[in-house]
Each structure stands twice: as C-alpha cells, then as structure tokens.
C-alpha cells in the first residue's frame, strides 16, 4: 500500500531530552513537510524540504532539527532546546510545489512528563 | 505570513442539514485546499480549486472561490454523523520565486448530531 507513515504514535519525553520522530513515505514525493498542531488550533509548519538534502525552516523551526538523507525519510527531532514540546507532531508529503495537495500521516503525540 | 480564517470556529446540526464553513485569506494565491481531520488523526484532502475557477463539487461536497473578496466556502450537503471533524482551508503563496508551502487556518470544528 502506498502511504506516509509516523512513529512512535505516542511518546513521552523527559524534560531535557532529545527526541526523534520517524516519518516515512512510498508515495515517490519529493517534497516533505513537518507540522505543530495546539489543542483547538491549526497546523504550524517546522521544518519543510522540498528535495533530498535540502530543507528550509518553516514559522516554528527553533528547538527543532531535521534531516533528509534519503527521499522516503524525513525525521524531525525535538531537542532540548524547545520550550514547550508537548503537541501533536504532523509528517505530510507532496508532490514538488506548494500548491500540490499533501498527503498526511497519522500523527505522533509528544508528551513532555 | 498570510493565513486562512476559517469562520465559524465551531458548527453544531443535526443530521440531514447542510454546513457551510467560510475561509478568508490575504494574499493572492495559486489555489486553495480543504482538508479534513477526525480527532486525534492526520488530515485528508477533500478538494482543491484553483485561483481561476469559481465554483467545484465532489460528492456531497461544494466549494466557492471569489479571489476579488479573498474568500472561500465549503458546503456539506445533507450532512451525516460521520461529517463530525475539523475542517481547515489552506492556501499556499502566488509569489515570483514560486511557492514551496501550504498556510493552514485554525479550521472550523464541526458536531453533526444524529
């Protein structure tokens, strides 16, 4: 089945720790985005990379890293650095361009203990 | 950076009523995208129109564009319980270097009753 995937679907993070959320696709996209979703709110993206080894920073990208090594693989970790970590992290891909329509994955939720 | 407003922030009806949610945006853009998102999933596409068209349906489904007021609507037909989600409108940027990204709005959560 062609699909984007997330793992873990949950996890709790220490405060003081990095993290690192596991985001692949088969769907042969170019482009991979990560997005910051607040109870009640909308997404905020992090980190997008429209090409493997190439990513740029989205609105909310401080306390976050990324990398892109390989097309189907996009990991974010959420390091030390960021505040207030405790959110609902979206992975989504994409055809090359901003205009295309995304595919999402299921969601990973982040629970800083 | 511009944003979708969706309007209203919350919509509760009974099964069988049409939904209609607005989403306003500032900018001019390439197209605009609805999604949907059950509690605690990811988003899926619903439908897309572009900057030069006015109307398209898909299904129960009937989106509006009016680039002059920077506006959109998004009809639910004869609305069903499994209608119950969040709907977001999104748009991405018409700029000259070409746009690379998508801006969500904070959606409109949706309470269909049976």
């Known amino acids: 089945d062609g699909g984007i995937t997330q793992s873990p679907k949950y996890l709790f993070r220490k405060e003081g720790q990095n993290v690192t959320l596991s985001c692949e696709q088969n769907l042969n996209h170019d482009a991979m985005y990560w997005y910051r979703q607040d109870p009640g709110q909308g997404l905020r993206l992090i980190y997008y990379?429209?090409?493997?080894?190439?990513?740029q920073k989205g609105d909310i990208a401080e306390g976050y890293s990324v990398s892109r090594e390989k097309k189907e693989s996009f990991p974010l970790t959420v390091t030390s650095a960021q505040k207030n970590p405790t959110a609902f992290y979206l992975c989504?891909?994409?055809?090359?361009?901003?205009?295309?329509?995304?595919?999402f994955g299921p969601g990973t939720r982040l629970t800083v203990l | 950076s511009q944003q979708g407003e969706e309007d209203p922030q919350a919509l509760s009806i009974q099964e069988g009523e049409n939904a209609t949610m607005n989403c306003s945006y500032k900018t001019s853009i390439n197209n605009l995208q609805w999604y949907r998102q059950n509690s605690g999933r990811g988003l899926v596409h619903l439908i897309l129109i572009r900057s030069n068209e006015r109307e398209k349906h898909s299904g129960r489904l009937r989106v509006t564009l009016d680039t002059s007021k920077k506006s959109s609507s998004l009809l639910i037909t004869a609305s069903r319980a499994a209608d119950t989600a969040s709907y977001f409108c999104a748009t991405d940027a018409n700029t000259q270097g070409g746009s690379e990204k998508l801006v969500f709005g904070k959606g409109t959560k949706l309470t269909v009753n049976p």
């Open positions: 989504a891909s994409s055809i090359r361009g901003g205009w295309n329509e995304q595919f």
């Open positions: 990379s429209q090409i493997v080894n190439d990513f």
